[in-house]
């Protein structure tokens, strides 16, 4: 059984919005000339995703077109919604043949528990995020922005994830500040809930790393993203393999620059103490 799991591609649906979903395309077609049998995204997959009933942002089309082109050949697929993506539903379920879920799932591979999540709201001190987040996330919110025509609530669209999206290219000092709460939530997971493997995104910085404790131990995985790393984890014959995509030579290496490997580094660092 191959799987393989990714998130934050942040793909643009307004007018003007760029093409850095380009790499990903490739990689969904890379992806249908392989033998995978699940696919796994992450969340974040949109920089907005909105479904009013059937009516949902066009400019979706070239990533809902190759999804759809995996599903037809028999690739099971599952989408965590992100932030920037909760409002998925429907549309994606029945349309383009993918699972949605609303929120973290396990899987059970081999005799290993696996925890996926996207990885937002798990700073408890950033309230004024956690507010806003229930109050998007509600179903009164979304059944007002439903009122709206879809042009509108694009633009409205557009300038939330426009401050997000700030946070991302800019505030990197924010982006760390998620990264620590997600690694503290995977150690709390791996530690005391006895998960093997705890799979995020959201922090778009690749992550491997090891939790243990006298008895339990487990790995840590962060996706990175497809705006920078273009980085994705496959589970194949019972284990897991941190991997990159060259969109430019549409090859496939194993993932071992960057921040994967300063954590390592600074993991070695850590077991040389005595
Ligand atoms: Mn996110």
């Not at 995703?49 to 089309?61: A, I, K, M, N, Q």
Request: negative net charge.
């Amino acid at each position: 059984m191959t799987l393989v799991f990714c998130s934050d591609v942040h793909a643009p649906v307004m007018r003007g919005g760029g093409d850095r979903h380009l790499p990903f395309i490739k990689f969904l077609q890379y992806l249908q000339r392989q033998d995978i049998d699940g696919l796994f995204i992450l969340g974040d997959l949109f920089d907005f995703w909105f479904e009013f009933g059937d009516v949902v942002f066009g400019r979706g089309l070239p990533i809902l077109k190759e999804l759809s082109n995996l599903a037809d050949i028999g690739v099971d697929l599952h989408f965590l919604v992100g932030n920037h993506d909760y409002w998925a539903g429907r549309f994606m379920e029945e349309q383009v043949g993918i699972e949605v879920h609303k929120g973290p799932i396990e899987l059970k591979l081999g005799k290993k528990r696996v925890l996926l999540c996207h990885g937002d709201g798990l700073n408890p001190e950033d309230r004024g995020y956690l507010f806003m987040r229930k109050v998007l996330r509600s179903p009164w919110t979304i059944a007002a922005f439903r009122l709206f025509h879809p042009e509108l609530a694009l633009r409205i669209g557009r300038w939330a994830s426009s401050t997000s999206r700030e946070q991302i290219y800019v505030n990197l000092e924010g982006k760390r500040k998620e990264a620590e709460a997600i690694r503290a939530f995977a150690e709390r997971q791996i530690l005391e809930r006895a998960r093997d493997v705890v799979i995020a995104g959201h922090c778009h910085i690749p992550v491997i790393e090891e939790f243990s404790s006298d008895t339990h131990q487990g790995t840590y995985y962060n996706l990175g993203d497809w705006l920078r790393h273009y980085t994705f984890l496959v589970y194949e014959n019972g284990t897991f393999r941190y991997c990159r995509f060259d969109p430019e030579t549409r090859q496939v290496s194993e993932w071992t620059d960057g921040s994967v490997a300063e954590t390592e580094a600074k993991r070695t660092e850590e077991s040389a103490v005595p």
